[in-house]
C-alpha cells in the first residue's frame, strides 16, 4: 500500500483528486490534510469519508511539527500538493495570507519531504498543482507553453509563482523528485460561490446583480474540473520527473460572452422565459491589473501522456448549473457557516 498525502482535499479541485484517487485506488492510503479554511469543506467528501483507504486530518501546511510528523507517522510516499489560498481578489485585499499559505505552506511541505525522503528518494514523488496564471497575460493571439517566461501580476499570481520556484529548486539543489503541473480556470460542481461561476449562478437563482468587471471583454479558458482531475491522475501515474505539464481545454471564452450563456442555462432549468436575468448584468469597476486573456496550449500533455479534455463546455456548464439548482443547502451550509457546525459534530 502506498501512502499518498493530499493537501487541500476539502477544497474544489481537491476534493474531485481524492475522490477520484480513493475510488479508483483502493491499494493507496489517501491522507488528505487540509485546515478547512473558508474554502475547504467536509460536505465535498461525505460520500467517501467512510471508506478504509481514506484518512482526514485537519491542520496547516505551515505547521512544520504537525507536516513532519505526518510523514512519520503516515510513511507518505507521495505528495499532491493542492492547498492554497486561490482568490484573486482576496489576494488584492489579503496578500500576506497569500504568501504564508502558498510559499511558507509549500517551503514546510518539501523541507518534510526532502527530510523524510532523503536517504532514498526511489519511489517518491512531490506533485505540485499550479495555475497558468503564473505566465501572466497573453494579448490576443499567443498560448502559454510550458517554457513560457514567468510574469505573474496579481498577489495571488505572484505567490504561486513563486512555490512553483521553490519545488523546481527542490529539484534542481536537492534531487527532490517533482512535477509540476498549470491548469487554466476550471469549473464544476463544489466550487466556492466567490469565483465566477458559482457566484453567477447563485446570484441568477436569487435575482440579485451580476458585477461585471470592466468591459466583460477578459478572456479565460475554462476546463471541467472533473477532466483537470483526469490530468492530475494521468500526470502522477506517468509523468516524468523534473517535468512541467500544462493543463487546459483549448475553450476560450470572453467573460460576458460566457456570462450570457450561463443565463441562458440557469433561466431554461429554472423555467423562466429565454433572457430573463440579462437584466441582473451590472457593469462595475475593474479589477486591478486585471489580466486579459490567459489561453493554455496543453499539446505536451496530450502528445506525450495521452490526456484529452472529455466534456464539452455547453454539457458541463449545464451539469454544473444543475449540481448548484440541486444542491442549494451545500450552497446555504458554505455561505453561512453552519457547515461549522457539521464539522464540529462529526470531528470533535
Ligand atoms: P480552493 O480555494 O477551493 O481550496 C483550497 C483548499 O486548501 C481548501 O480546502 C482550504 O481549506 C485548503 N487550505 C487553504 N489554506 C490551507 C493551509 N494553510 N493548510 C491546509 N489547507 C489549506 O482552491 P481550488 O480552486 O480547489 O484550487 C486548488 C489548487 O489548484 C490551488 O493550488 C490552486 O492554485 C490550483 N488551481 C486552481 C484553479 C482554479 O480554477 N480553481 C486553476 C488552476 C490551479
Ligand atoms: P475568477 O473566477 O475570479 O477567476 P480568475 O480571476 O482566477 O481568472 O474570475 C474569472 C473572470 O471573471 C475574471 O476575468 C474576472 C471576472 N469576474 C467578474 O467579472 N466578476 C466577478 O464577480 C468575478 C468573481 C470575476
Not at 103 to 121: I, R
Not at 125 to 137: K, N, Q
Not at 207 to 225: E, F, I, Q
Amino acid at each position: 500500500m502506498r501512502n499518498i498525502l493530499i493537501t487541500g482535499g476539502a477544497g474544489f479541485i481537491g476534493s474531485h483528486v481524492v475522490r477520484l484517487f480513493v475510488n479508483n485506488y483502493p491499494n493507496d492510503h489517501i491522507i488528505n490534510l487540509d485546515a478547512l479554511t473558508y474554502a475547504g469543506n467536509l460536505e465535498n467528501l461525505k460520500d467517501i469519508e467512510h471508506q478504509s483507504n481514506y484518512t482526514f486530518i485537519k491542520g496547516d501546511i505551515c505547521d512544520e511539527d504537525l507536516v513532519k510528523e505526518l510523514f512519520s507517522t503516515y510513511s507518505i510516499d507521495r505528495v499532491i500538493h493542492l492547498a492554497a489560498e486561490s482568490h484573486v481578489d482576496r489576494s488584492i485585499t489579503d496578500p500576506l495570507s497569500f504568501v504564508k499559505t502558498n510559499v511558507y505552506g509549500t517551503l514546510s511541505l518539501l523541507e518534510a519531504a526532502k527530510n523524510s525522503w532523503k536517504d532514498n528518494f526511489e519511489g517518491k514523488l512531490f506533485y505540485h498543482i499550479s495555475t497558468d496564471e503564473v505566465y501572466g497575460s497573453l494579448g490576443k493571439e499567443g498560448f502559454f507553453l510550458e517554457n513560457t517566461a514567468y510574469d505573474p501580476h496579481s498577489p495571488y499570481s505572484a505567490s504561486k509563482a513563486s512555490s512553483d520556484h521553490f519545488v523546481r529548486a527542490y529539484y534542481n539543489t536537492y534531487g527532490l523528485p517533482i512535477i509540476i503541473s498549470n491548469c487554466s480556470n476550471n469549473y464544476g460542481s463544489h466550487q466556492f460561490p466567490e469565483k465566477l461561476i458559482p457566484l453567477f449562478i447563485n446570484n441568477i437563482c436569487n435575482n440579485k446583480s451580476l458585477p461585471v468587471y470592466g468591459k466583460g471583454d477578459n478572456v479565460r479558458d475554462w476546463l471541467y474540473v472533473e477532466d483537470h482531475a483526469k490530468a492530475i491522475d494521468v500526470i502522477f501515474h506517468k509523468g516524468k520527473l523534473g517535468h512541467t505539464y500544462n493543463i487546459g481545454g483549448f475553450n476560450e471564452w470572453k467573460n460576458i460572452d460566457l456570462i450570457k450563456v450561463l443565463i441562458k442555462t440557469v433561466d431554461k432549468l429554472l423555467g423562466r422565459e429565454e433572457g430573463t436575468s440579462e437584466k441582473l448584468i451590472t457593469y462595475v469597476a475593474d479589477r486591478a491589473g486585471h489580466d486579459f486573456r490567459y489561453a493554455i496550449d496543453s499539446s505536451k500533455l496530450k502528445n506525450e501522456l495521452g490526456w484529452e479534455p472529455s466534456l464539452q463546455f455547453e454539457e458541463g456548464l449545464k451539469k454544473t448549473v444543475k449540481w448548484y439548482l440541486e444542491n442549494e443547502d451545500w450552497v446555504q451550509h458554505v455561505t453561512s457557516g453552519a457547515y461549522q457546525k457539521y464539522y464540529q459534530q462529526m470531528y470533535e
